[in-house]
């Protein structure tokens, strides 16, 4: 099965303000404002991996605090 396309768009809103849009298995996210376009573009890209990773059935990974 081929996975369903994905893609990032990152919008010019003004002097250091770009917003970011994550379309992913069809659907469109609005995932906010960032200061540059490369923090929007990594944002992007964080955003699609954890969502691969949520729709193969595994968990994010993220470590625990430690207490």
Known sequence: MKPAPSSILVDEAGPQNFTLA???DGRR???G???SR???MQAGR???QRKEGEAAGG???R???KG
């Open 22 to 24: 994550v379309t992913f």
């Open 29 to 31: 996210f609005e995932c």
């Open 33 to 35: 404002s960032y200061i």
């Open 38 to 40: 490369a923090a929007a």
């Open 46 to 48: 964080l955003f699609i």
């Open 59 to 61: 968990r994010t990974k």
């Open 63 to 65: 470590k625990p605090g």
